[in-house]
Nanobody
Framework: QVRLEESGGGLVQAGGSLRLSCAAS????????MGWFRQAPGKEREFVAG????????VYADSVKGRFTISRDNVKNTMYLQMNSLKPEDTAVYYC????????????????????WGKGTLITVSS
């Protein structure tokens, strides 16, 4: 069973940048599709970005497209989320996620289909 741990959250001003990392342990991360979700206070958890096992394909929520970049290093068993041009509405707890789905488009990644979650890291963007 893989364990996921996020790092890199914190407080940043609007327009700034942060990079989140997700370290996977207890398994080989290349066996899993991976992604980032976020949950703002009083709102449901929402998809942010997803990446295939090889890293060859990625998908983004419209709200972050062009500002966020997801990547992974399967040698290091680590996934990243580079976040640029941050906005106050990006404020949320960000969760690392992994699933074992095969032959399913990465664009269909949803919270209900996730097999493993990290504990989350808070990002606060001040205006």
């Amino acid at each position: 069973q893989v364990r996921l741990e996020e790092s890199g959250g914190g407080l940043v001003q609007a327009g700034g940048s942060l990079r989140l990392s997700c370290a996977a342990s207890g398994g080989t991360s290349s066996l899993y599709r991976m992604g980032w979700f976020r949950q703002a206070p009083g709102k449901e958890r929402e998809f942010v970005a997803g990446i295939t096992r090889s890293g060859a394909s990625t998908v983004y929520a419209d709200s972050v497209k062009g500002r966020f970049t997801i990547s992974r290093d399967n040698v290091k068993n680590t996934m990243y989320l580079q976040m640029n041009s941050l906005k106050p509405e990006d404020t949320a707890v960000y969760y690392c996620a992994a699933d074992r789905k095969i032959a399913v488009p990465i664009a269909t990644m949803t919270a209900s289909g996730i097999d493993y979650w990290g504990k989350g890291t808070l990002i606060t963007v001040s205006s």
